[in-house]
DNA sequence: CGCTTCGAGG
């Protein structure tokens, strides 16, 4: 006999409790009559018309924990206490309900659970990303001798791949395997996912290659592995392949192949892809959105990213940090702190992601002033002690000059991991800090902490900014010692090291005994090393190779032409310039800002634009009568940074980081340290006269240019003429 | 079962 029957044949004066419930919950339909339920036409514990479906639909009307105790506490009048059916809807609910910690209490209460009951609390332990709760709860499942069954292993592979706890997946595969699971798609797509997590791309393809009938969720999952692993063209095959499969793509398919676009860099693509999204009717899928705002983002599309923007509707964290990121990757610092700002005025909570992007912006800036408001607000925020974002403040305090504070950061971070290390390094090597960065070194290792490549490329530049040569070659050569491959970077630091210090010859042969073919950077830092020491050859050498591999970069040309200028061989000035203009390329001009107030003023070369631009160019004039009565002389020959504009220069040199200067000196009390940011490098003459001027007006005039800061104080500088 | 924002440099 079917329990339906006896339950409501033994106690059917009890029945009408579940009649007011419903009542109160507004349960759409309503069992008057309850006569209605006294046939035997139904007869399993999930038909309409048994207490246990009674029950279960009730439950799924419940919205809060005391709802479900109350229902629960009738479970004894019906002698149901001990029904698996109902318990697991119990537990399930409570799982949706988040109220995990009295779904197990039921879970922990019933005398012998068998699986669905186990499946019920896994899955909610899952579903709220409490990993190690499901591995705990498969581990004494195995142990109570319950066997998994297929509902079970997606939710334990899940676990496995977020904890990367690798060994237990093993043991899942193998258990999947013996339970003969190789046709259950649903199982088989846990076990891509688990083992792309894992970092193993390859055991992943083998599984999915496996798979006789893969559906979108397979093919998502081998998608999103390869572009998580750096292969997004590997991804967009696949996701061609799918496509002519005949497996229809569904919009969190088409999240995974935005970003593969994304990464490739490539506008056209992601524009047709753009159109697949509007063709397949998704385009007002939310999160598709954001991952087609990030992408054109990405692509350096931001007024496209800006309008997908400001069309959604609702403005989630998400789409706020892909709008924000968006900015700073291209450069445009202030848009990013403006919609940083929009965002806090529109009481939308940042998350860390928000911080770091916020902080990237400021360090791009090189606001001093605003870097310390960046830190105000982190230091009160829940993320004060996040590492990702201190470890962009590391980053962001020595963008903006101040090392001291980038250091106080450093040091209040507990368990500084490899990059925390490396980002304190860098900040060494941007202020040509040799000796502080490898004593850093020194503590890095006594931390054990291995270093990477990263760190590495740190300490060479370090070296290579404050002349330790020797230093700088043990570094380069002691990385394999640490099982790190050199990059084109690291070997173009070395380069520099070399170059920096005239050895140019030895940095030549260093080129020509590299085990791989020498890069753009490589002959790059080659280039500037001729540059300097004016060796013509070796300089047209370098350049040629350069402009085989990277013709578009104009920065390499002013070089050169910059080096035949030097040399007075104005016949190679005239070709380099032809050169350019056949490539239409135009020099980027020079642009230095000051901040005054917490307002940043701009000044280009020759400027005249500003509103006191009488006082800052009488300034500039009686500095250059005091800096010539020191008997300083600028050397016209390496004063030719624009070249057009070469006959005009007066003895008045009135190169963009003077002017910014000059404004400072007019508008800052006596004393006041001036701080700089400049687009290109620090051209010879100015750093000389900066020096000077440094020591004329007993300022500190701090720098920042296009390469590293320089510290001007009392007469010289701090990167000691090396730069 | 699968997805989107994200740190040090170039």
Known sequence: MSSCGITLQQRPCRFFWPYLFFRSFKFEFCYSNPHHFGNNFYHSSDSPGSLEFLYASLLEKSTERNHLKQIHSQLYRHGLQSDGFVITKFIRRGCDLTEVEYARQLFDEFPEPYVSLWNAIIMGYSTHNMLDKVVDMYWRMQRGLVSPDPRTFPHVLKACGGLAAEEIGLAVHAQIFRHGLEGDVVVQNGLVAFYVKCGKIDRARVVFDGLNRKNVVSWTSIISGYIQHGHPVEALRLFRDMRGSGVKPDWISLVSVGKAYSDIDDLE????????VMKMGLEFEPDLRIALTSLYAKCGQVMAAKSLFDQMKVHNVILWNAMISGFVKNGHAIEALDLFYEMISKDIQPDAVTLQSAVLATAQLGSLEQARLMDFYVKNSQFRDDVFVNTALIDMYAKCGNLELARQIFNQISNKDVVVWSSMIMGYALHGLGKEAADLFNEMKHARVSPNNVTFLGLITA???????????????????FGIQPSQQHYAGVVDLL?????VEKAYNFIT?????????????LLSACKTYRQVALAEYAAERIFALDPLNIGHYVQLSNLYASSRMWDGVAKVRVLMKKKGLNKVLGCSTIEINGKLHA???????????EEIYNKLEWLETRLVECG???????????LDEEEK??????HSERLAIAYGLISTAPGTTLRITKNLRACVNCHSATKLISKLVNREIVVRDAKRFHHFKNGSCSCGDYW
């Open 269 to 276: 693509q992601g524009r047709c892809h753009h159109s697949l």
């Open 463 to 481: 070296c290579s900014h404050s002349g330790l040569i020797d230093k700088g070659w043990e570094f380069f050569n002691s990385m394999k010692e």
């Open 499 to 503: 170059g920096r210090a005239g050895c």
């Open 513 to 525: 005994a590299m085990p791989v073919q020498p890069g753009v950077s490589v002959w790059g830092a």
């Open 603 to 613: 000044f280009r070369m020759g400027d005249k634009t500003h509103s006191r631009s």
């Open 632 to 642: 300083f002389a600028p050397d016209k020959e390496s004063a030719l940074h624009d």
């Open 649 to 654: 220069e007066a003895i008045l040199c009135n």
